[in-house]
Nanobody, 122 residues
Framework: QVHLVESGGGLAQAGGSLRLSCAAS????????MGWFRQAPGKEREFVAA????????YYADSVKGRFTISRDNAKNTVYLQMNSLKPEDTAAYYC???????????????WGQGTQVTVSS
């Protein structure tokens, strides 16, 4: 069982930066691949980024590639999403999730956090 809690969301101006954190409970955090997803009002939840358990592999949605960076610290049971060059279209609730294998499809993630809101003003 993995319990996930996101933090770091808030209001940012276009072109600004935010760093999201996702703290995980449980001793098995390092065995899980981790992902970030987001959901804007009136839209379906979409994949943002994923990282393997060892950090050796990362993958990004085209919409955030070159602007967002996913990382993790297994000693701290935490995964991060550094978001730079923010755009108004990045406004959404951001969720972290854990999966037993490195995947990008939402349905293959086993555990989810409650989400943190990111709002980017123009």
């Amino acid at each position: 069982q993995v319990h996930l809690v996101e933090s770091g969301g808030g209001l940012a101006q276009a072109g600004g930066s935010l760093r999201l954190s996702c703290a995980a409970s449980g001793r098995t955090f390092s065995r899980y691949a981790m992902g970030w997803f987001r959901q804007a009002p009136g839209k379906e939840r979409e994949f943002v980024a994923a990282i393997s358990w060892s950090s050796s592999t990362t993958y990004y949605a085209d919409s955030v590639k070159g602007r967002f960076t996913i990382s993790r610290d297994n000693a701290k049971n935490t995964v991060y999403l550094q978001m730079n060059s923010l755009k108004p279209e990045d406004t959404a609730a951001y969720y972290c999730a854990a999966a037993r294998i490195f995947v990008t499809r939402e349905l293959q993630y086993d555990y989810w956090g409650q989400g943190t809101q990111v709002t980017v003003s123009s």
